[in-house]
């Protein structure tokens, strides 16, 4: 383990702060930040991803730095690439620039660099190090990080529910349980995502576009920026859907999920895709992986029980956001999860908190599922 000392701590914190910039718009692109120092450790460059297909973080803060970039120290929250993509690699850059030293917070696990990127610099003459706040630039990826070492999203399960764990009424009415503070803070995590999944019947019911809605999110993007929309990925086993649904009339990509084509007339950004079929319905790995070939690094549910059940029993859930209101709805509203009945407490999902708060009236609760396999 390399020694570090307060000074990198401190730049490596205003790094990983820079890569945060970009939770909005780098997609499929992991979120990175840059800061470079010179000898006397005085701030010549700083830097954030901010695009797919745009500048890296590395090339923003050489820019700013110049010429005073030669024999400095940069500070990257992932490992420089060492690739041609879209943008030359950063790697190159360095080399280029002069630094004398590069301090990566964190290995990149893309296989096309995995250590190559570092193997570079260092083949250079490039002093290197890595594991400066190592556990705050995972954080900055789940989705990316995900991608890259299960070739699937990164799955989060957005529920909403009374105190008594109700998600709607027996007769199915449910809005609203949770107040506008939460309804908007969804939106945000929308924004964040690179896929909204639901089903054909939650669309349906709700005549719902799942869309991001800016002017529902209390701050703007930097000037240059826009909100996306993620990609909508419905399931619809028995082609229910039709063109004339307001989620077909909001733009935006849209992805049906069906075992055989839906003849309607469609527009052009609605397209579909036939997944493989399991025992209880669409074989939700197979999905899962599909999406990860098309570089989605991260998906947002929105759907009803049998879903979000599905889901967490195929071990294909990451993370649950629970948005939980001050209300008692009753034994015979409708529940969470659909989920098999369990005899012994050894059988229940073991959840692990992540962060509890508060949002308006309701309280929003983050956690993490501990599978029995580690999965």
Known sequence: MADFSASDYRWMAMAIQLATKGSFTTSPNPNVGCVI????????????????????????????????????????????????????????????????????????????????????????????????????????????????????????????SSLDGKTAMANGHSQWITGAAARADVQVHRAQSCAILSTAATVLADDASLTVRPESIAFELDRGLEWRQPLRVILDSQNRLTPELTLFQQGGPILLINTTPNTAAFAENVSQWQCPVAETGFDLLALMLELGQRQINSVWVEAGARLTGSLLQAQLVDQFILYQAPKIMGHKGRALLELPEFTHMQQAYALAWQDVRQVGDDLKLTASVNYPNNQ
């Open 37 to 160: 120092v010179d000898a006397n450790d005085q701030l010549i460059g700083q830097g954030w991803h901010k695009q797919a297909g745009t500048p890296h973080a590395e090339v923003h803060a050489l820019a700013q730095a110049g010429i005073k970039a030669k024999g400095a120290t940069a500070y990257v929250t992932l490992e420089p690439c060492s690739h041609f993509g879209r943008t030359p690699p950063c790697a190159k850059a360095l080399i280029e620039a002069g630094v004398s030293k590069v301090v990566a917070a964190m290995r990149d696990p893309n296989p096309l660099v995995a250590g190559k990127g570092l193997a570079m610099l260092a083949d250079a003459g490039i002093e290197t190090q890595f594991g400066l706040l190592e556990a705050e630039a995972e954080a900055l990826n789940p989705g990316f990080l995900t991608r890259m070492r299960k070739q699937r999203p990164f799955v989060t399960l957005k529920l909403a």
